[in-house]
């Protein structure tokens, strides 16, 4: 992989940072790497600043979503993009659905020591 070259994001008007958590920066590298090897352009259509939903896995702001609309081969990209993120923590969910106008990936991050589900 060539070095020096920087991630081009898109983000949808509604996402406003707050604070950018350090884990982030793994999870932006990790999926950017894996969806540009699929020549796909990736937009973060949101940045949690709650928490998902009761009984949700994450903590304030420890939540993205990405969305993309034509993702050639999804499981590919989706598992290797899982495989990536627990090898470093098993502090990292990740979730997907196709929304039939593209696919949603959502990750979040338990920042309490509690490990997240397995699986996708």
């Known amino acids: 992989m060539k070095t020096g070259i920087g991630i081009r994001a898109s983000f949808h008007p509604s996402v406003r940072f707050k604070l950018i958590p350090l884990e982030f920066l793994d999870v932006l590298r990790i999926v950017f790497e894996e969806y540009l090897?699929?020549?796909?352009?990736?937009?973060?259509t949101g940045a949690s600043y709650e928490t998902y939903e009761d009984g949700g896995y994450h903590d304030q702001g420890y939540a993205w979503d990405f969305r993309t609309k034509s993702l050639p081969n999804p499981l590919l990209a989706i598992g290797a993009i899982y495989y990536r993120l627990r090898k470093l923590s098993k502090h990292y969910r990740v979730l997907y659905h196709d929304t039939g106008n593209g696919l949603h990936l959502h990750i979040e991050y338990r920042i309490d020591g509690t490990p997240c589900p397995e699986g996708y």
Request: one cysteine or more; a positive charge.
């Open 37 to 44: 090897k699929q020549n796909c352009i990736v937009v973060i």
